[in-house]
């Protein structure tokens, strides 16, 4: 086993050490949310470790305390649908005196955008596949609520998360805000997409119990042989969710969060270019297996309407990545605040020029990163 040398040490929070005593600590990974993420082990079990430090400005969801939430979303969905038994368990989870910390068993795999990129982009269209089936059949296809408005899942969060992005110092500083670029102001982006939800039938007909709650790819890991996948990182709610809103966290780590995460967005080497070729082929993916996901029936919509939902779900999903890349930027576990903040500016333009878009009644297309002016 390889032990950590002192430097890297140093990063750990002493409580966090003092939790671990009597494991070992291979290594750090790289999580991307301003957390402490490593891999520790006590004889042959390896354990994936995830710890968030209390603080006062966290944006919600972020909250040290979801992580004990999320522990029982595994441990719900683990005892009401043991035949789905795609989530990683949790080995513990407990709060300290200054965070919280979650420990999973640990998986070996690539996330299926590691597939995409490698450029097996049939391998990536079954990965999916087999996500969505799985998911519709045995996640989601469980219960559903009455019909509701679009308010809960996708126009409360946008309105908090875009107060929090317009009241951020540090974004101001390095970034216009849209509002001020002579558009619609953070107010009315929030009427825009409830304009959008109500006008053009994106209406959320039920919701259903969360299978997920942050389905993007990265929270996917297939296993080496492909012969499944396991889900990590799931939002932590009980309550009923809408399907769409999993969908639409899927385009999303696909159309931005991919190559915002892996510097695509940016340069134009040859190698960059196929790169980003290989993305734009993972969303026309994306859309094909919307298309023909075996819930569709389920949610009420044709296929049409299912895809529009679905973009809706992403351009909404990127305004408030806005604020969650602020949130991290402002963690004290952050290392380089810069870039999380120049991601945030991404996420919200790109986020803001689909919602016009939909708002015109085009057939939305995606504003990928580099096409930015
Ligand atoms: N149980 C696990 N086993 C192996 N790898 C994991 C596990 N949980 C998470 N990971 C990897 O670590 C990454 C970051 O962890 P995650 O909990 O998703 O944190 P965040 O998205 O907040 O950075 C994941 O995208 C995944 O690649
Ligand atoms: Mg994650």
Not at 55 to 74: F, P, W, Y
Not at 162 to 186: C, E, K, M, R
Not at 285 to 308: E, H, I, P, T, Y
Request: net charge neutral.
């Amino acid at each position: 086993m390889t032990e950590i040398d002192q430097a890297e040490r140093l990063r750990i929070p002493g409580e966090l050490e003092i939790h671990l005593r009597n494991s070992d600590i291979e290594g750090f990974l790289s999580g991307g949310s301003g957390s402490v993420t490593l891999i520790a082990s006590r004889g042959r079990d390896r354990r994936f470790v995830k710890y968030v430090a209390r603080r006062s400005n966290a944006i919600d969801g972020h909250e040290a305390d979801r992580l004990l939430t999320k522990a029982r979303q595994v441990q719900l969905i683990r005892r009401i649908a043991p035949e789905f038994g795609t989530y990683v368990p949790v080995v513990r989870a407990a709060r300290l005196p200054h965070g919280c910390v979650l420990e999973s068993q640990f998986v070996e795999g690539s996330s299926p955008i590691d597939i995409l990129l490698s450029g097996d982009v049939p391998g990536f269209s079954t990965v999916l596949t087999q996500i969505l089936d799985v998911l519709g059949s045995l996640a989601y296809n469980r219960r559903a609520s009455e019909p509701i408005s679009p308010s809960a899942p996708y126009v409360d969060r946008l309105s908090r998360r875009l107060d929090y992005v317009a009241s951020s110092q540090g974004f101001a500083a390095f970034a216009q805000p849209p509002d001020t670029q002579g558009g619609d102001g953070f107010a009315d982006v929030t009427n825009l997409a409830l304009d959008i939800g109500a006008s053009r039938g994106l209406l959320p007909t039920r919701l259903f119990f969360p299978a997920h709650g942050d389905l993007n790819l990265f929270n996917v890991i297939v296993r080496p042989d492909r012969s499944g996948f396991a889900l990590v990182d799931q939002r932590g709610t009980v309550d009923d969710w809408d399907p769409v809103y999993d969908l639409g966290k899927i385009l999303l780590s696909v159309w931005l969060q991919a190559a915002l995460e892996l510097g695509l967005h940016t340069g134009d080497s040859p190698e960059v270019r196929r790169r980003r070729q290989l993305l734009s082929c993972g969303a026309e993916v994306v859309r094909d297996c919307v298309d023909s996901w075996n819930f569709r029936s389920a949610l009420g919509v044709d296929r049409k309407q299912l895809w529009l939902r679905v973009v809706f779900a992403a351009a909404v999903h990127a305004m408030c990545e806005s604020a969650a890349r602020i949130s991290v930027a402002c963690s004290p576990a952050c290392t380089d605040a810069e870039r999380e903040y120049e991601k945030a500016a991404v996420y919200l333009s790109c986020g803001r020029l689909l919602l016009l878009q939909l708002r015109s009644s085009r057939e939305p297309v995606l504003p990928w990163p580099w096409d930015r002016a």
